[in-house]
């Protein structure tokens, strides 16, 4: 049998913690009792665990925080509908003299291929181009007096070509016909671009101040918050460019169900041992299981098991912290060896 705080069922020692945790604190809460993390390793194992959650109160378990969750998905929403407004304001309006109520005009300067300082000095009045506040990240672009939420602060200019293999860090990709990428805007050059290839990329959400607006094949750097006086200007520049730096940026309320579907946290295997479930003692319940593949190994940190109309499901668990310092909180179950459980105090 098993130690006091600790429940046996069928073969297994397990500990289910109702107060929300990150992963980390996770896994080091049942490491520091001589556990793990609930593998998920057996479909046995899943049906009993399953089992005595369905048997338990759930609304006992403290789930993560989910208003301030969704309400800063709205905001998301909120952004990108208001950049679809701008876009379609400027599209009726383009034939039209450009005034400041649509969006900052660069200081206006002839295309040159040899002057490396162009960049720097399409610059416009209230911004500046000084040394970035992120290590390693060189010069960035910086608002020195207040900037409102959704103003427009200008076009990004760049080298437009349709050479993939001359692919840079400072390109946007224009998508055509059927979401097939129709061609470049590329900054690389100082010469041929303009002051917002400073603009560097956001490490998480409170850094984020600014959101691309891709509209009539061009691209606008709009706000996506209040700026205050020297405050470093910083966006998203995509998933691909996000890897490259380590970043992530996923944010629960696309992947989650975050008004009604109860989530508990477990681990996982290796990627081998995760196949043979899905080939052997899973085979009845692939529905059960997200595929797995290459893509979502590099984002995905382990295994949540989900509860929604008296059905459950296994899903994984990505990398929020873009969102989250935290990361995702969430209620979890620690398992046991059980000669271990059985002698030491838990």
């Known amino acids: 049998m098993c130690n006091e705080n600790v429940i046996q069922l069928g073969k297994w020692c397990l500990s289910f913690h109702k107060e929300p945790r990150d992963r980390e604190t996770s896994k080091k809460l049942c490491e520091r009792n001589g556990g793990d993390l609930l593998w998920f390793d057996s479909k046995e194992k899943l049906h009993v665990v399953r089992k005595h959650l369905e048997a338990e109160d759930r609304t006992d378990f403290k789930l993560l925080n989910r208003e301030s969750l969704l309400n800063s998905h709205q905001k998301i929403k909120d952004i990108h509908h208001y950049g679809e407004r701008f876009c379609r304001i400027y599209k009726n309006n383009k034939t039209m003299k450009p005034s400041r109520k649509m ?33 390693g990240a060189g010069l960035g672009a910086w608002a020195k007096v207040p900037v409102r939420m959704f103003s427009v602060i200008g076009e990004y200019e760049g080298d437009e070509h349709t050479d993939n293999e001359a692919s840079t860090n400072y390109q946007w990709n224009i998508l055509g016909h059927g979401s097939v990428i129709d061609h470049y805007i590329d900054a690389v050059s100082p010469a041929k671009s303009n002051w917002l290839r400073y603009v560097n990329c956001a490490r998480n959400a409170q850094e984020e101040n600014v959101k691309p607006v891709i509209c009539d094949d061009l691209v606008f750097y709009m706000t996506s918050k209040t700026v205050e006086p020297d405050t470093e200007l910083l966006t998203w520049y995509g998933t691909e460019f996000g890897r490259s730096l380590g970043i992530s940026r996923i944010h629960p309320g696309d ?9 508990i946290r477990l681990s996982h295997k290796t990627a081998d041992v995760i196949y043979k479930i899905v080939d ?39 990398d929020y912290s873009f969102y989250m310092n935290e990361g995702l909180l969430l209620p979890f179950i620690c398992e046991y060896n059980k000669s271990k459980c059985v002698d030491d105090q838990i």
């Open 103 to 135: 969006f900052m005009k660069n200081r206006q300067l002839p295309i040159v291929f040899d002057d490396e300082n162009r960049a720097n000095l399409t610059t416009p009045t209230g911004f500046s181009i000084e040394p970035s506040s992120i290590p």
């Open 255 to 263: 992947e989650l169900d975050l008004k009604s579907t109860f989530y």
């Open 280 to 318: 052997t003692s899973l085979t009845n319940h692939t529905n059960d299981l997200l595929a797995y593949n290459e893509e979502q190994n590099n984002t995905y940190l382990g295994m949540l098991d989900s509860f929604h109309r008296g059905k459950w499901k296994l899903i994984y668990e990505k």
